[in-house]
């Protein structure tokens, strides 16, 4: 059997979803599309159900045309992954924005702020996926931010204390992961990329709250985590910060005791030592074989090649081919010709 190939999430918008996101040509200020995503999708008119649903569309073809297997709805009704989820939560402030400065003083950005007491409102991804859904028979994977990550990207001006909005984070989350397994979702993907980052902080309290996003989920739910190690803010930007890479060790044996089905790591822009896959003895790995902040594409030889050394570590069914984390940058010729390395490789390992 090849090896199953999926997305992670972001995927280039299309040209005829004028809805701004993060990965928009020339925007270093991501706050520039939460402040204007309600307004551009306003501007779609009665034509934005429409519009939204044929760019789904052509998303989930461009990547069952390229050979994945489980792909994503590219997230293209978001402006991004984490503030389009807090819109649909209490307690968020998307009117009166907070500057931050993050990274050490390397980014500044005006971010939505908790006001108020965060809960769950009516469920919103449901009908995301099953208009994803409608327009291929494979399995559609729905992607959510995790609580660490949310707190991370809002200000709060409530709580006080990243423990005990992580823990409401993960309360309101959960409702809308047994909304999508009630709904039919297989494939649900919590996105933790703040992991890596602050490893000491995941495995003192981030893991206990991921399970608590899974809490109640029924059988046959593969409860996927995503743990990049850092976006750039454009293509082929060469000094941007990542993750430690002792991270992913941090954090491999903890994750493979947990709830956690799949987890999702990046191998391509900066690979591992594939003795960290040893340390997954349970848990099946999304490997990331592409890169998604260069514009070199690479050969079908040197992804199969990664591939199979990662399978001297791995049994086959515990590996899934990946990019390393969403798409966005690329646009959309290169994102398909990459892509379509990624299901040549898989099938032909």
């Known amino acids: ?17 004028k809805i701004p996101d993060w990965f928009d040509p020339g925007a270093m200020d991501s706050s520039v599309a939460t402040r204007d995503y309600v307004q551009a999708v306003a501007k779609l008119g009665a034509e934005a159900e429409k519009v939204i649903a044929q760019g789904v569309k052509e998303v989930i073809e461009d990547q069952v045309a390229c050979g994945i297997d489980i792909p994503t709805d590219g997230e293209v009704k978001r402006e991004n992954y984490v503030h389009y989820h807090c819109r649909h939560l209490e307690g968020f ?15 500044e950005t005006d971010l939505p702020t908790v006001r108020g007491p965060v809960k769950a409102r009516a469920p919103f991804l449901p009908g995301d996926w099953k208009l994803a859904q409608s ?11 995790g609580p660490m990550t ?6 709060d001006e409530h709580y006080g204390d990243p423990i005990a909005l992580g823990r409401d984070l993960a309360e309101a989350l959960n409702q809308e992961v047994l909304a999508l397994a009630e709904a039919g979702c297989r ?21 206990e709250n991921i399970a608590r996003c899974w809490q109640g989920v029924p059988d046959g739910v593969i409860k996927t985590m995503h743990m990049c190690c850092g976006y750039p803010n454009y293509l082929d930007q060469q000094d941007y910060a990542k993750a430690d890479p002792r991270a992913y060790f941090d954090l491999a044996q903890a994750v493979d005791e947990s709830v956690v089905d799949a987890i999702s790591i990046e191998d391509a822009h900066r690979p591992n030592d594939l003795s960290l896959l040893d340390l997954f003895q349970n848990t099946t790995v999304i490997f990331g074989v592409i890169a998604i902040a260069r514009s070199r594409v690479e050969t079908v030889e040197e992804v199969r090649e990664r591939l199979k050394a990662a399978l001297e570590h ?26 379509k390395v990624l299901g040549q490789a898989a099938k032909s390992v």
């Open 187 to 207: 494939h649900i993907q919590i996105d933790e990329p703040l992991f890596a980052r602050k490893p000491k902080e995941a495995l003192d309290y981030g893991l």
């Open 93 to 107: 402030d998307f009117e009166h924005l907070t500057h931050r400065v993050l990274r050490g003083g390397a980014y």
């Open 314 to 339: 791995l049994p086959p069914e515990r590996l899934v081919a990946a990019p390393d984390c969403g798409l966005g940058h690329l646009g959309r010729e290169l994102a398909m010709k990459k892509l």
């Open 150 to 155: 949310i707190t991370d990207t809002t200000a």
């Open 1 to 17: 059997m090849p090896l199953l190939t999926t997305t992670i999430g972001a995927y280039p918008k299309p040209k005829s979803v």
């Open 135 to 145: 327009f291929t028979e494979r399995p559609v994977k729905m992607t959510l931010p």
